[in-house]
Nanobody, 128 residues
């Protein structure tokens, strides 16, 4: 059974930082690309960041570029998302997602439909 479990969300003041984690089980993690998405109330789910299965490639939404950092530790089946310089507009439920990648070690994916597995989400609230 595949599970993705996010943690690390919470309430933080604008300008503050959080570190989100996504721990995977039930898959050979090193063969999966991972993405983070977020969904604010009344809005559609949007792409935040992605990392390739090897960790060699990363990609960010323009809205978070330079403030968020995605990384992975395949030995620990974990992907992390460092959120710095948080803004009120970053308030959302953050989800991690995974998809199997057979050959393309450096590929990442930005569409929610690219992903097979999703976590339950973790709430990030930024107060202004």
């Amino acid at each position: 059974q595949v599970q993705l479990v996010e943690s690390g969300g919470g309430l933080v003041q604008a300008g503050g930082s959080l570190r989100l984690s996504c721990v995977a089980s039930g898959i050979t993690f090193s063969t999966y690309a991972v993405g983070w998405f977020r969904q604010a109330p009344g809005k559609e789910r949007e792409f935040v960041a992605a990392v390739s299965r090897s960790g060699s490639s990363t990609f960010y939404a323009d809205s978070v570029k330079g403030r968020f950092t995605i990384s992975r530790d395949n030995a620990k089946n974990t992907v992390q998302l460092q959120l710095d310089s948080l803004k009120a507009g970053d308030t959302a439920v953050y989800y991690c997602a995974a998809r199997g990648v057979t050959y393309a070690l450096g590929s990442y994916y930005t569409r929610s439909t690219d992903y097979n597995y999703w976590g339950q989400g973790t709430q990030v609230t930024v107060s202004s």
